[in-house]
């Protein structure tokens, strides 16, 4: 069974930086490619960034470009987000996700995806 728990959120300023973690058990972590996705209140739940199984690709939702960063250390099953130079439009709550098939590429529609139990985040202006 797919257990994602994420750790890392909290209130922060505009212009502040957060790093979350996911930590994630049940499976092989080194051939799955992970993700992250929010949900703003009253919003649906947005494709943010994912690393490729092999850690040698990475996307990003062109509103987070230049100001996050995914990564993974399959050595210790954990995949990171770093956010930096964060808006109050990134509030929300953070989700990591597990592709739910491996070996495979990246696909962002959202049943393509074994969730966590997400993190606030919240920025102030």
């Known amino acids: 069974q797919v257990q994602l728990v994420e750790s890392g959120g909290g209130l922060v300023q505009a212009g502040g930086s957060l790093r979350l973690s996911c930590a994630a058990s049940g499976r092989t972590f080194s051939i799955y490619t992970m993700g992250w996705f929010r949900q703003a209140p009253g919003k649906e739940r947005d494709f943010v960034a994912a690393?490729?199984?092999?850690?040698?690709?990475?996307y990003y939702a062109d509103s987070v470009k230049g100001r996050f960063t995914i990564s993974r250390d399959n050595a210790k099953n954990t995949v990171y987000l770093q956010l930096n130079s964060l808006k109050p439009d990134d509030t929300g709550v953070y989700y990591c996700?597990?592709?739910?098939?491996?070996?495979?590429?990246?696909?962002?529609?959202?049943?393509?995806?074994?969730w966590g139990q997400g993190t606030q985040v919240t920025v102030s202006s």
């Open positions: 996700a597990q592709q739910i098939q491996g070996l495979s590429g990246v696909t962002i529609t959202p049943d393509a995806w074994y």
């Open positions: 690393i490729s199984w092999r850690a040698d690709s990475t």
